[in-house]
């Protein structure tokens, strides 16, 4: 196992530092957190010029083909930035999940428009409880005569106010095992029976929204790969995706600690620096050594996701979000302690990182699931 | 049209900089290099006319090792070829010797035209262009904001702010221009770019390959010697403007700027 980067991925990651740093600085950040549709066309297209959206795509698609632990190191700074829009949703969520499970015509129409940025997708799983286990997958998809009829209401759906198709999981099999009679849906969000709006949430850097189905009508080639056999592939892209989302904490992470200790550097109390406190310097060597540990977590369940064989990889995608996500709660809960009265303050950037840190833990599995899911893996 | 881009690698202007115990030099552990960012603008110029006329861009370089992450990170940007002119008798070279060595390396190319930024951001001499044309024996343009190439691509006219107005000065080929903020907003390395450039031509040269006495450069053959580096002085404490009324507060901030800061 080797987690270094290497030349091309540092080189990557200095790039999309630059872009991160000159296309969404916090001026921006902030407006889309008030903005309704959460992104600008401009920052999105200059993504796809530098071939984000098609890191992932294979090559017979229009993609570049390559590695997960490429696009985490540009997730680390995208995080670091706290870079607003549909970017995680589309790559991480729908990308894959047509890779996954999509039939050949199904990659052809979908995969290379998502490399070009001319159309985003995203995942609707979670439902009113939440869960990220398939026996939470319970809205019902109805068989009638060569295509299926959708009805419930899938939560938490990120970006599906912009996306252009969704992937849906609905379950068209109930029976012992959870995890079948799960199928993949391609929904149109604008179809007739399709409802789409905005839920109040916490961090407006990513919107997440209700999707709520009435007798919606998905023709038969809208089923993404095989019905009732959608959990499987659905369980990769979870994982990824996982691993995905733990390098954003890392990057926000990593942001917070620069914060706090910068802060504490130049902040002077009894004509001294806060950092040469002790209850305040302990708490930013803490951060640091969490975030190094995480940062190593990151990359060895990226790693596993490329080369690992599939038990190492669930293995390290579950560490990885048990462990990724709380440290980043961690460090931007303690950049707030170190930063004082000033760390409760609107105009501070802190608490946008504790609010996405906040999203992110429960996100795609809490650590309490994750820690139960390595257990599993350990322990039998 | 071939054009030759110098580039320097300097410290990250976020970066602190610390003076060594010399208190002649800094010290450079912890710092994040980075490309001068008037050199950006020209390797975004060159990939332009490259666009627009064809021919091939070069990245010539003068440094230790390091230096080849910058060089690569033009490459990823679209130029062809990097040259990194690499010798341990160079260290502490000064702007002359810097030229000196860079036009030994270029003399031999074939170019169209030169770039190189108006001035480096770390030791802000802007000397090297301007003496690298004169080795070089081109005409040479500083602090250009605006490129035109004629269509025939045998000169060039270069725009010069001066005083608020704008100089048009026009050469043939080739030439050195010397780039200014505002000449373009340079692009971003695509990923198909970063994974193309480790396959394109790259160069080290030493000393000796250039044909050039070591005793003529480095900190033995400095023209210009540093006697000491300080650290600028700390900016004073801001001072709230006490008043009743915003024209009490008004008139005592006119004072102050008069008596004081002695503004006007």
């Known amino acids: 196992m080797d987690i270094r980067l290497n030349e091309d991925q540092i080189e990557i990651a200095r790039q999309a530092r630059r872009f991160c740093e000159n296309e969404s600085p916090m001026e921006y950040v902030r407006a889309m957190f008030e903005d309704e ?5 401009d920052v999105w297209r ?42 995680f949703s589309n790559v991480l969520l729908a990308a894959e999940a047509v890779m996954e499970a999509g039939t050949e015509p199904q990659k052809e129409r979908y995969l290379s428009r998502i490399a070009t940025g001319e159309t985003i997708g995203t995942l609707a799983l979670h439902e009113s409880d939440g869960g990220a286990d398939p026996g939470y997958v319970q809205m019902g998809a109805r068989p009638v005569g060569n295509g299926f009829v959708l009805n419930g209401t899938k939560l938490f ?52 929204c209700a999707v709520e189905f009435k007798d919606a009508d998905v023709s038969a080639d809208g089923v993404l790969g095989e019905p009732n056999k959608g959990w499987k592939p659905l369980s990769r892209v979870l994982r990824r995706a996982q691993v995905g989302l733990c390098a954003e904490c890392i990057g926000g992470a990593q942001r917070a600690m620069e914060i706090a200790t910068e802060y504490a550097k130049v902040r002077v109390q009894f004509d001294q620096p806060i950092g040469t406190f002790q209850a305040v310097k302990h708490r930013c060597a803490q951060i640091y050594v969490e975030v190094e540990s995480a940062r190593s977590i990151l990359y060895w369940a990226a790693w596993a996701q490329d080369h690992g064989d599939i038990e190492e990889a669930a293995l390290a995608a579950s560490v990885a979000k048990a462990y990724c996500s709380e440290v980043y709660r961690n460090a931007t809960a303690s950049a707030i302690q170190v930063l004082g009265g000033t760390g409760f303050s609107w105009e501070h950037d802190i608490h946008l990182y504790l609010k996405r840190a906040q999203a992110n833990e429960v996100a795609l599995g809490d650590p309490a699931y994750h820690r139960e899911q390595v257990a599993q893996l350990i322990a039998g | 049209m071939n054009v030759i881009v110098c580039l320097k690698q300097v410290p990250d202007t976020e970066t602190q900089i610390k003076i060594a115990p010399d208190g002649k030099s800094i010290v450079t552990d912890d710092i994040k290099w980075v490309m001068n960012p008037y050199d950006e603008y020209g390797v975004e110029e060159a990939l332009r006319l490259k666009e627009k006329f064809g021919g091939e861009v070069t990245v010539v370089s003068l440094g230790p090792k390091r230096v080849t992450e910058s060089i690569r990170t033009a490459l990823a940007m679209g130029a062809d070829k990097g040259i990194l002119i690499s010798d341990d008798a160079l260290e502490g070279s000064d702007s002359l010797a810097t030229a000196k060595a860079l036009a030994a390396a270029i003399k031999d190319l074939d170019y169209d035209l030169i770039f190189t930024g108006q001035r480096g951001v770390d030791d802000d001499m802007g000397v090297v262009g301007a003496s690298l044309a004169e080795f070089l024996d081109v005409p040479q343009f500083s602090v250009i904001v605006k490129v035109e190439v004629a269509e025939d691509g045998k000169s060039v006219k270069a725009h010069r702010p001066v005083e608020g107005q704008v100089l048009v000065v026009e050469s043939s080929l080739p030439a050195l221009i010397t780039t200014q903020k505002g000449l373009n907003e340079p692009r971003y390395a695509t990923l198909p770019g970063i994974m193309k450039a480790k396959k394109k031509p790259f160069e080290e040269k030493t000393l000796a390959d250039l044909g050039l006495d070591p005793a003529k450069v480095g900190e033995g053959g400095r023209k210009v010697k540093i006697l000491e580096l300080t650290p600028p002085p700390k900016r004073g404490e801001g001072k709230i403007i006490e008043g009743e009324t915003p024209q009490e507060k008004a008139a005592e901030l006119a004072k102050l700027l008069h008596e004081e800061a002695k503004v006007f």
Do not use: N, Q
């Open chain 1, 157 to 208: 759906v990120p970006d599906a106010h912009v996306a252009d198709f969704l992937v849906c999981a609905a379950r068209t099999e109930s029976g012992e095992d959870p995890a079948e009679g799960i199928t993949l849906f391609l929904v149109d969000p604008k179809a007739e029976g399709v409802s789409v709006s905005l839920l109040p949430t916490m961090d407006g850097t990513r919107k997440l």
């Open chain 1, 46 to 87: 200059k993504m796809v010029d530098m071939g984000w959206t098609a890191l992932r795509i294979p090559e017979a698609y229009g993609g570049l083909d390559m590695d997960l632990m490429d696009l985490a190191v540009i997730l680390e700074e995208m995080g670091r930035a706290m870079v607003p829009g549909p970017f």
């Open chain 1, 37 to 41: 549709r959460g992104f600008t066309d």
